[in-house]
């Protein structure tokens, strides 16, 4: 009967260890996952929360919508904007607009830097602006980039 006993209670006990295993590994995974911090290279400011994806191409003319087929094809993650201002210039107002073509597509966030907090907008067209109540910062990307639509070498 012991003989028994043991003969069932090992491959269980085997199993269950399998199995704690790889309960363990997956929460080491998701631990992994959520420290992994994606910084935007400007005053060591960070993403906290998510990009949110927003297109209106749809209210642009008919016309206008056949120029702007890209946007529906434009896509970013949160960790593509690793260190991604650090290879920006950044610009006044003015000449982000002189510089810039337009595309009807952008992502927006979050950005802290444990101080401070600025919503952070990155637009197909090689523009990112950084914004709070007090300020309106914005960069611009000249060369060719997979990130963006187009880069910012309008009208030079």
């Known amino acids: 009967m012991q003989k028994q006993v043991a003969v069932l209670f090992v491959p269980l006990l085997l199993l269950s260890c399998v199995f704690v295993q790889h309960e363990n590994t997956n929460s080491s995974d998701e631990t992994f996952t959520q420290q992994q911090d ?7 400011f960070k993403l906290i929360g998510e990009l949110n994806r927003e297109n209106k191409i749809k209210e642009e003319s008919a016309e206008r919508q056949k120029f702007f087929v890209e946007c529906n094809e434009w896509y970013i993650e949160d960790k593509d904007i690793n260190q991604l201002l650090k290879d920006m210039e950044k610009v006044d107002a003015t000449l982000a ?3 810039c073509y337009y ?3 952008w992502y927006k966030g979050l950005i802290s830097n444990g101080e401070k907090e600025y919503d952070i907008t990155i637009y197909a067209h090689s523009v990112v602006t950084i914004s709070n109540k007090d300020e309106t910062i914005f960069f611009i990307q000249k060369d ?3 990130l963006f639509i187009v880069p910012c070498d309008c009208c030079e």
């Open 97 to 99: 607009h002189m510089l």
């Open 38 to 44: 994606v910084y935007v290279g400007y005053l060591n």
């Open 144 to 146: 060719k980039s997979n």
């Open 103 to 105: 595309y009807p597509c």
